[in-house]
């Protein structure tokens, strides 16, 4: 039990919808990052946020962005759904940056169609 | 371009014997490592890390040695157990701790009772 919650488990969208994927993190953990994980590969940074704020970004498009609130959860939106966005979503959230360490929730399992 | 390279994809090993990961990485920037271990259904839990300045790191069952001239880390298990039975990640942070982690595509151990 890491404390850190991602809703929903599971999810199927249609090619080219929008989705949001959320993730409610440890209370006081003021940094979440998104990783994407496609089947058979290692977890893919998407991007981080600090306070709010977004404070990193990894090789993804602008139709991948975030949401940070002061309430220690945060939101992943996808706009114009790919079939390559079908992968499991996972955020992870620390106590800061640097060297405190990230702790994972369970991941939510997107499916295009 | 896979910065962190995983190229065993499974190992399995008997109960109480030894298991080694083996972890190789490109990016010299790179001052941070550690491994994450993953059960099915479940989001990657912290097992161990490691910073650039030093060689080896332990922590019960689990010690991880780090060569920086040859890029390359290795997990040791000492003594498996069965529950030990995961997919395990390498990842690797030039932020000096668990952000913007970069992950291998991750080995499955399975120790056999």
């Known amino acids: 039990e890491t404390g850190v919650t991602q809703s929903p488990t599971h999810l199927i969208k249609t090619r080219g919808q929008q989705v949001t994927l959320r993730c409610s993190s440890q209370?006081?953990?003021?940094?979440v990052s998104w990783y994407q994980q496609a089947l058979g590969q290692g977890p893919q940074f998407i991007f981080q946020y600090y306070r709010e704020e977004e404070n990193g970004r990894g090789n993804f498009p602008p139709r991948f962005s975030g949401l940070q609130f002061p309430n220690y959860s945060s939101e992943l939106n996808v706009n114009a759904l790919e079939l390559d966005d079908s992968a499991l979503y996972l955020c992870?959230?620390?106590?800061?940056?640097?060297?405190?360490?990230?702790?994972f929730g369970q991941g939510t399992r997107l499916t295009v169609v | 371009d896979q910065q962190v390279k995983q190229n065993s994809p499974s190992l399995s090993v008997q109960e109480g014997r030894i298991s080694i990961l083996n972890c190789d990485y490109t990016?010299?920037?790179?001052?941070?490592f550690l491994w994450y271990k993953k059960y099915p259904a479940e989001g990657p839990t912290f097992l161990i890390s490691?910073?650039?300045?030093?060689d080896k790191n332990e922590d019960g069952r689990f010690t991880v040695f780090l060569n920086k001239s040859a890029k390359h880390l290795s997990l040791h298990i000492v003594p498996s157990q069965p529950g030990d039975s995961a997919v395990y990640f390498c990842a690797a942070s030039a932020q000096g701790g668990s952000e913007k982690l970069v992950f291998g595509k991750g080995m499955k151990l399975t120790v056999n009772p």
């Open positions: 990016n010299s920037m790179f001052d941070y």
């Open positions: 209370s006081g953990h003021n940094t």
């Open positions: 992870a959230s620390s106590l800061d940056r640097g060297l405190s360490e990230a702790f």
């Open positions: 490691i910073s650039s300045i030093k």
